[in-house]
């Protein structure tokens, strides 16, 4: 045990590790692809299929923006969270919550997610009421005369649908955590895929060839390795730049380094979610803040959160395709007076780079950005099927093919990226220590005599 592994025996060993990380990753890798391309064309897709509550006709004045987020809260005491509405219903003749099935009546709290305004005139208003599922759904208001256009069903509102099932729901911080734990695992798959396709006896531009007149084993094997290693960086990028929006590393342990480097943002973090009592008691100074960001030069699709807490300000940020526009923007709930006005370089490096991070997920710059996402995401799909295809023409007749363990001493290098990775993502190293766990209690069993007799 002593000896320095061969290089065979490093192969067989990475090859092990590399397919027992592929059992977990890939479905997760399924899901992650298939949900976060929903998202990425989700607003366009909204904008096909339901034109009439998403495109109004301009007109020379506009309803203050108070007057249609009271339209918006009251049309949602005679509409469910859970049904269709249709455009300028508001003549419903049963609004009582068991008759209608509403999340709750606005004096009792319902939690308003977010307020989106645009600036393309042609938009409508949008508010975004929190459902008891966890999801949000949409009513959509013409800025123009103040009249409710309609609104959908939680599972119609494409955004918000794909965006939390691709964060864990309905699993809740649960869901969350088996993210990171997947996402920690596709690292692993990563680093041993590397591993076993790096060349040797061949040069690097050969290696990222497919040898396609070398049989279907070869070139099935070829066709799934080389587009993992071109897309080797983007997946590592799209897994780290994920994790500040996981519930236990984002929330805990981004933070707590954050907080330990003085790298906080200075603009802070709003979740929404005041209830529609509170959002009436601050809506007369929401005007007053959005001309005032507006004429400050913040441009683009405009989101206005307010947290439930008190002295919560109104957090307004942009969505526009290009960093030097980015601004998070605060207004007093009293007087509507900007208290806060930060730009992308206004913040410290590491919530720049989550911004960023962000920013790519989304496929906000722009639709090069929307084609190169998409085309990544496809790319996921194809490794899962290659990958699983490989295996299965080359996994031994009527048996799983799981590659034997191979015991050799670990190098040194790989002992620190193991470390080194159980240090940075506590979750993964739970699994490590439960894999290892697992591993000693079952050698144990099937070594006693009583195992042997089993």
């Given at each position: 045990?002593?000896?320095?592994p061969t290089r065979?025996?490093?192969?067989?060993m990475?090859?092990?590790w590399?397919f027992?990380?592929?059992?977990?990753?890939?479905?997760?890798?399924?899901?992650?692809?298939?949900?976060?391309?929903?998202?990425?064309?989700?607003?366009?897709?909204?904008?096909v299929s339901r034109?009439?509550?998403?495109?109004?006709?301009?007109?020379a004045?506009?309803?203050p923006l108070?007057?249609?987020?009271a339209?918006?809260?009251?049309?949602?005491?005679?509409?469910?969270?859970?049904?269709?509405?249709?455009a300028?219903?508001?003549?419903?003749?049963?609004?009582?919550?068991a008759?209608?099935?509403?999340v709750?009546?606005?004096?009792?709290?319902?939690?308003?997610?977010?307020i989106?305004?645009?600036?393309?005139?042609?938009r409508?208003t949008t508010?975004?009421?929190q459902s008891?599922?966890g999801?949000?759904?949409?009513v959509?208001?013409?800025?123009y005369?103040?009249?409710?256009l309609?609104?959908?069903?939680?599972?119609?509102w494409?955004p918000?649908l794909?965006r939390?099932?691709?964060?864990?729901?309905?699993?809740?911080k649960?869901?969350?955590?088996?993210?990171?734990?997947?996402?920690?695992?596709?690292?692993?798959m990563?680093?041993?895929?590397?591993?076993?396709?790096?060349?040797?006896?061949?040069?690097?531009?050969?290696?990222?060839w497919?040898?396609?007149?070398?049989?279907?084993?070869?070139?099935?094997r070829?066709l799934?390795?080389?587009?993992?290693?071109?897309?080797?960086?983007?997946?590592?990028?799209f897994?780290?730049?994920?994790?500040p929006?996981?519930?236990?590393w984002?929330?805990?342990?981004?933070?707590r380094?954050?907080?330990?480097?003085?790298?906080?943002?200075p603009?802070?973090?709003s979740?929404?979610?005041?209830?529609?009592?509170?959002?009436?008691?601050?809506?007369?100074s929401?005007?007053e803040?959005?001309?005032?960001a507006?004429?400050?030069?913040?441009k683009?699709?405009?989101?206005i959160?307010?947290?439930?807490?008190?002295?919560?300000?109104?957090?307004?940020?942009?969505?526009?395709?290009s960093?030097?526009?980015?601004?998070?923007?605060l207004?007093?709930t009293r007087s509507?007076a900007?208290?806060g006005?930060f730009?992308?370089?206004?913040?410290?490096?590491?919530p720049r780079?989550?911004?960023?991070?962000?920013?790519?997920?989304?496929?906000?710059?722009?639709?090069?950005?929307?084609w190169?996402?998409?085309a990544?995401?496809?790319?996921?799909?194809?490794?899962?099927?290659?990958?699983i295809?490989?295996?299965w023409i080359?996994?031994p007749?009527?048996a799983?093919?799981?590659?034997?363990k191979?015991?050799?001493?670990?190098?040194?290098?790989?002992?620190?990226?193991v470390?080194?990775?159980c240090?940075?993502?506590?979750?993964?190293?739970?699994?490590?220590?439960?894999?290892?766990?697992?591993?000693?209690?079952?050698r144990?069993?099937?070594?006693s005599?009583?195992?042997?007799?089993?």
């Open positions: 045990m002593s000896r320095a065979g025996q490093l192969y067989a990475f090859w092990r590399h027992l990380a592929s059992l977990l990753v890939i479905p997760f890798v399924l899901w992650q692809s298939t949900t976060g391309t929903l998202y990425l064309w989700s607003e366009w897709w909204m904008d034109p009439e509550l998403r495109f109004v006709e301009p007109s004045a506009r309803a108070r007057d249609q987020v339209a918006a809260l009251a049309s949602s005491l005679l509409v469910p969270a859970t049904a269709a509405r249709p300028h219903s508001h003549g419903a003749t049963d609004s009582s919550p008759a209608a099935g509403a709750g009546d606005p004096q009792n709290g319902i939690p308003v997610d977010s989106i305004v645009a600036d393309d005139p042609h409508s508010v975004l009421l008891s599922s999801l949000s759904y949409p959509f208001v013409n800025p005369d103040g009249h409710v309609g609104t959908l069903k939680p599972t119609e494409l918000g794909s939390s099932l691709h964060g864990g729901w309905p699993l809740g649960a869901g969350s955590w088996l993210l990171e734990l997947a996402a920690s695992w596709a690292i692993v990563i680093i041993t895929g590397l591993y076993l396709w790096w060349p040797h006896g061949r040069s690097l531009r050969q290696a990222l497919p040898r396609f007149s070398a049989g279907p084993r070869i070139l099935l070829d799934h390795a080389c587009v993992a290693v071109l897309f080797s960086v983007v997946f590592l990028f897994l780290i730049s994920a994790l929006w996981t519930a236990f984002g929330e805990q342990v981004l933070l380094v954050q907080m330990a480097l003085g790298q906080e943002s603009a802070g973090f979740p929404g979610g005041a209830s529609a009592t509170q959002i009436a008691a601050a809506s007369p929401l005007d803040a959005v001309a005032t507006r004429a400050r030069g913040v683009g699709l405009l989101e959160r307010l947290a439930p807490w008190p002295g919560a300000p109104w957090f307004m940020t942009n969505r526009t395709a960093l030097a526009d980015d601004r998070t923007v207004g007093d509507g900007i208290v006005d730009r992308h370089d206004d913040h410290p490096l590491i780079l989550v911004a960023v991070g962000i920013h790519v997920h989304q496929g906000d710059f722009g639709p090069v950005n929307l190169l996402n998409t990544f995401a496809l790319s996921l799909v194809w490794l899962s099927i290659t990958g295809a490989s295996w080359r996994r007749k009527q799983l093919g799981v590659p034997p191979v015991r050799v001493r670990w190098p040194r290098p790989l002992v620190a990226v470390a080194t990775m240090l940075l993502l506590p979750i993964f190293a739970a699994s490590v220590l439960a894999v290892a766990g697992i591993e000693k209690l079952a144990g069993f099937w070594s005599p009583e195992g042997e007799r089993c």
